[in-house]
């Protein structure tokens, strides 16, 4: 099976429930040509380089799929094209190099789930300076009285 993955960027003025369902209508329909699905993955909102449909950020979505053929890619792109929703999108077929790091990603090895473990591991403490000795405090000495004669 051919392993393939579509990136789109969704108009971020829709609201949750719609970002939903704009992302499931696509994945039924990947499953419905007879493709598995592998991931979905939301990378969020982001400012765009540039300004489409006069829209200054979008809410990235990315679908990694199989197939036993590219046929569902025309489809899926016409789709793609015709929905409002959408603002830009992009599909490319994964060679083994890219199957490999996007598992890699997903299994925390690569990017920021990387960082996360890091960050939750323990920092080996500097060693702390050696308390000071406790010292004796001497009473206090009352000022002697001068002696004139």
């Given at each position: 099976?051919?392993?393939?993955e ?22 039924e ?9 592998v ?23 990315t ?58 591991e ?28």
């Amino acid at each position: 099976m051919k392993q393939f993955e579509v990136t789109f960027i969704v108009d971020p003025v829709l609201s949750g429930d719609e970002l939903k369902s704009t992302v499931d209508t696509y994945t039924e329909m990947l499953k419905a040509e007879g493709g598995k699905i592998v991931a979905i993955d939301e990378l969020g909102l982001k400012q765009l380089a540039y300004d489409i449909k006069k829209r200054s950020s979008g809410i990235y979505y990315t679908i990694e799929f199989q197939s036993e053929s590219g046929a569902v890619i025309g489809k899926l792109e016409l789709a793609l094209r015709r929905d409002e929703r959408i603002m830009r999108f992009l599909t490319v077929r994964l060679d083994k190099f890219g199957i490999k790091y996007n598992e890699d990603k997903r299994n925390g090895k690569i990017g920021k789930a990387k960082e996360r473990v890091k960050a939750e591991e323990p920092k080996s403490e500097a060693p702390k300076p050696a308390a000071p000795k406790s010292e004796t405090v001497a009473a206090p000495v009352e000022p002697a009285e001068s002696s004139e004669n």
